[in-house]
C-alpha cells in the first residue's frame, strides 16, 4: 500500500456520463497529481494541485475539472464521456511543490467508457 | 515540443544477460526519475537522480544522468524474470509549471 488512496478501482459507465474519481494524498503530502494513462497516448499529466490551489495544468481537456478540498483530498470529474476517455487514471502525491523527490502514485481507477 | 523518448519500447532477453535503457529529453532539467509498472498495476519509483552525473544502484539495476547530454540509462545486469516490467523514465520540468513528463516506457520481458 503506498499511501495514495484511489476509488473507484473499476469504473464502467456510458457514453455522454459524468464520474468522479477520488483521491487521497499520502499523510503528509500536500500536493496531488493526476494522470491519464491510455495506449495510444502513454502517460498523459493532466493537473496539479498543491494545498488546495491549482498549480499546473497539462493536457487535461475541457469536459474535465479537478479540485483538492481542505482535508488535501482530490476529485476529478469527467463530463460528457467519450469512448476515447477509456483509460486508467492515476492520482500520485507529494510532499511540496517543487522539491525534488519522487511522486507516491497510487493504484489508480480503470475508466472504461462503452 | 518537449520529448521525453525512450529505447527500445519493447525489449526481450534472455536471463543472465546485461542491457540498457535509454531516456533521451529534449529540455533542460537536472531531475529525472525512473519507475516501474507490471501490467494493471500501479507505478513504483525506482531511482531519483538530481544532478548532473548522479548515479544510483537497486539490485540488478543501475540508473545514471547526464543533464549535458539529456540522457539518462537504466542499465540491467544479469537479468532475472522478476524484471519483467515496463519502465518509465520522468522528467521534471521546472519552466514556470510543476509537472513530470514521462517518457513512453520500455516494456521489458525477460525470457527464463
Known amino acids: 500500500d503506498s499511501g495514495v488512496t484511489q476509488t473507484p478501482k473499476h469504473l464502467i459507465t456510458a457514453t455522454g456520463q459524468r464520474v468522479t474519481l477520488r483521491c487521497s494524498p499520502r499523510s503528509g503530502d500536500l500536493s496531488v497529481y493526476w494522470y491519464q494513462q491510455s495506449l495510444d497516448q502513454g502517460l498523459q499529466f493532466l493537473i496539479q494541485y498543491y494545498n488546495g490551489e491549482e498549480r499546473a495544468k497539462g493536457n487535461i481537456l475541457e469536459r474535465f475539472s479537478a479540485q483538492q478540498f481542505p482535508d488535501l483530498h482530490s476529485e476529478l470529474n469527467l463530463s460528457s464521456l467519450e469512448l476515447g476517455d477509456s483509460a486508467l487514471y492515476f492520482c500520485a502525491s507529494s510532499v511540496g511543490d517543487m522539491e525534488g523527490g519522487g511522486y507516491t502514485f497510487g493504484s489508480g481507477t480503470r475508466l472504461t467508457v462503452v | 515540443e518537449l520529448k521525453v523518448e525512450q529505447n527500445p519500447l519493447f525489449l526481450s532477453m534472455q536471463e543472465g544477460k546485461n542491457y540498457t535503457i535509454y531516456c533521451n529529453y529534449s529540455?533542460?532539467?537536472?531531475?529525472l526519475y525512473w519507475y516501474r509498472q507490471d501490467p494493471g498495476k500501479s507505478l513504483e519509483s525506482l531511482f531519483v537522480?538530481?544532478?548532473?552525473?548522479a548515479v544510483k544502484q537497486e539490485g540488478r539495476l543501475m540508473a545514471s544522468l547526464d543533464t549535458k547530454a539529456r540522457l539518462s540509462t537504466l542499465h540491467i545486469t544479469a537479468a532475472v524474470h522478476d524484471l519483467s516490467a515496463t519502465y518509465f523514465c520522468?522528467?521534471?520540468?521546472?519552466?514556470?509549471?510543476?509537472?513530470?513528463?514521462f517518457g513512453t516506457g520500455t516494456r521489458l520481458k525477460v525470457l527464463a
Open positions: 529540455t533542460t532539467s537536472d531531475r
Open positions: 520522468a522528467v521534471d520540468i521546472t519552466s514556470g509549471t510543476y509537472k513530470y513528463i
Open positions: 537522480l538530481l544532478s548532473n552525473g
